[in-house]
């Protein structure tokens, strides 16, 4: 069953993030409001197809100029959640 997971940003130009995973937690879909749009459809497209754990490895941590976090990796929270929910 797909799960459909949205996530409200924290600390970043982009407001929210709606992530669409297939049973495998491979991400079948990403739609980031705010931010900015072509950067964004770039990551979207990238981790299109990829596994959630490997694009939390890669996206967990990078910052944005002086803030503590970014737009990568506020999705990778927000993926870190939808897997969490997942589980419950």
């Known amino acids: 069953m797909e799960m459909i ?3 409200r940003t924290k600390g970043v130009c982009s407001k929210e993030m709606h992530i669409e995973l297939n049973d495998d937690h491979t991400i079948k879909h990403v739609e980031v409001i705010g931010g900015c749009n072509g ?3 770039g990551i979207s ?3 299109e ?3 959630a ?3 939390i ?3 967990r941590g990078i910052r944005c100029g002086f803030k503590n976090t970014s737009c990568p990796d506020q999705l990778s929270i ?3 959640e939808a897997l969490a929910q997942e589980k419950q």
């Open 53 to 55: 754990e490997d694009a």
């Open 39 to 41: 950067n964004l459809q």
């Open 45 to 47: 497209r990238l981790v």
């Open 5 to 7: 997971y949205n996530y």
């Open 78 to 80: 927000a993926l870190t």
């Open 49 to 51: 197809g990829m596994k």
């Open 57 to 59: 490895e890669r996206m």
